[in-house]
Structures are given as structure tokens and as C-alpha cells.
T-cell receptor, first 120, second 114 residues
Framework: KAGVTQTPRYLIKTRGQQVTLSCSPI?????VSWYQQTPGQGLQFLFE???????NKGNFPGRFSGRQFSNSRSEMNVSTLELGDSALYLC???FGGGLIASPANTGELFFGEGSRLTVL | QKEVEQDPGPLSVPEGAIVSLNCTYS??????FMWYRQYSRKGPELLMY????GNKEDGRFTAQVDKSSKYISLFIRDSQPSDSATYLC??????????????FGQGTILTVHP
């Protein structure tokens, strides 16, 4: 089955602009999580959406926001871009429902290939 | 101090060597432990997934979790050049709404040379 699809793969923006990134999860997965990956900080959790509701949020400023649609597709938005926002933004999908230990839900996160954002 | 500490390496070994990768953590709430592999310009992919303490083996890979010491390991036997990648440990607490929130180590860059 198709994996997690992220668009765009690469983009360049200037300081002060805003950006929207898109993620299509694996069919049947209802949870979408977003991560920021940088050489200095590694992979850091941004937020998770499940059934159109944000159910967990990392320690990032309010400039970072997201949403999930009824078809489980998700978008994240970064407003007023700063140089330090340059990073690889990764989306991960999972089944996300019920007990993690249940057979239908191994808890595994399936990552996309990411959107590489460069802020000039 | 980071919740999860991982030596970033880089680590360079000859083909066929046994590789040992390690992470320590400080949050005793972590119950699920994972190792991800990330090739250049790709997203991380899950290698091993362990709940609580113990060992788990899958082919050439063995994951160990020692919750009393807050220490996890990944061993790669008979390493191959195709194992060259960044290896990330990741952890998650149990229950609640923590499904999608993993805490990652910094990642160890591994190179296996022929």
C-alpha cells in the first residue's frame, strides 16, 4: 500500500513569510504526527492529530500550527518564518486508535520522506 | 539535559563487525522503546520495537532494554555496507494520548566499510 506522502519535498522561503506543508497518511491511519529535524536538535515532536483533533503538542511557539481534515490528511503551517525554522519537517502516520498493545495497533509510526524547508 | 542521550558518533566499522548502539534516558515513564534507521534524504523507518524491559531479536538485529538502568541498546551482527545509515533511538510513555509523541535520541551515524 502507498506510504506517507509529503508535499512539497523542497522549498525556499524568506524571513517573515509563511509556509504550509501537506501530509497524506497511509490509508486507514487516523493519527498524523509532525516532527522537526535539525542537525543541532535532532527530531523534535511538534504535534499530533487524531480524528481532526489535536491531542498532543510539543514545545514550539504558536507560529507553528496544524490541522487535520476528515480524510485524515494533515497540514502544518509556520508563520513569520525565522532563519532557525530551516529544517526537515517529517510527518508520521499511525493507526492511532485503541490500546497500543492491541493487534490492530502496534503503535508503529510510519514516516514520510519529509519537506526540507530553507529560510533565507 | 536532554531526556534521551545518544552518542552521535560517527561510528565506522569494517564489514562483518558487531555494532553496538546505545541510549540512556531519564524519564521513568517511558515504556515503549524503538530503534529507527534513517538513510540520507529519507524518513526514519522502524527497525525494532520493544515494550518494557527485555531482549528482542530480529534477524541480525537485537534490541535490549534495561529499565532499571534506563539504558537501551541495539546490536547489529555481521554488519553490511547497506547498514550504513543514521540510527535513532526513540521512546514513548504508556497510555493516555501519547501514541504519536516519541522522544528521540540525537542519532548515531554508522558507516560500514567493505
Amino acid at each position: 500500500k502507498a506510504g506517507v506522502t509529503q508535499t512539497p519535498r523542497y522549498l525556499i522561503k524568506t524571513r517573515g513569510q509563511q509556509v504550509t506543508l501537506s501530509c497524506s497518511p497511509i490509508s486507514g491511519h487516523r493519527s498524523v504526527s509532525w516532527y522537526q529535524q535539525t542537525p543541532g536538535q535532532g527530531l523534535q515532536f511538534l504535534f499530533e492529530y487524531f480524528s481532526e483533533t489535536q491531542r498532543n503538542k510539543g514545545n514550539f511557539p504558536g507560529r507553528f500550527s496544524g490541522r487535520q481534515f476528515s480524510n485524515s490528511r494533515s497540514e502544518m503551517n509556520v508563520s513569520t518564518l525565522e532563519l532557525g525554522d530551516s529544517a526537515l519537517y517529517l510527518c508520521a502516520s499511525s493507526f492511532g486508535g485503541g490500546l497500543i498493545a492491541s493487534p490492530a495497533n502496534t503503535g508503529e509510526l510510519f514516516f514520510g520522506e519529509g519537506s526540507r524547508l530553507t529560510v533565507l | 539535559q536532554k531526556e534521551v542521550e545518544q552518542d552521535p558518533g560517527p561510528l565506522s566499522v569494517p564489514e562483518g563487525a558487531i555494532v553496538s548502539l546505545n541510549c540512556t534516558y531519564s524519564n521513568s515513564a517511558f515504556q515503549y522503546f524503538m530503534w529507527y534507521r534513517q538513510y540520507s534524504r529519507k524518513g526514519p523507518e522502524l527497525l525494532m520495537y520493544t515494550y518494557s524491559s527485555g531482549n528482542k531479536e530480529d534477524g541480525r538485529f537485537t534490541a535490549q532494554v534495561d529499565k532499571s538502568s534506563k539504558y537501551i541498546s541495539l546490536f547489529i551482527r555481521d554488519s553490511q555496507p547497506s547498514d550504513s545509515a543514521t540510527y535513532l533511538c526513540a521512546m514513548r510513555s504508556a497510555g493516555g494520548t501519547s501514541y504519536g509523541k516519541l522522544t528521540f535520541g540525537q542519532g548515531t551515524i554508522l558507516t560500514v566499510h567493505p
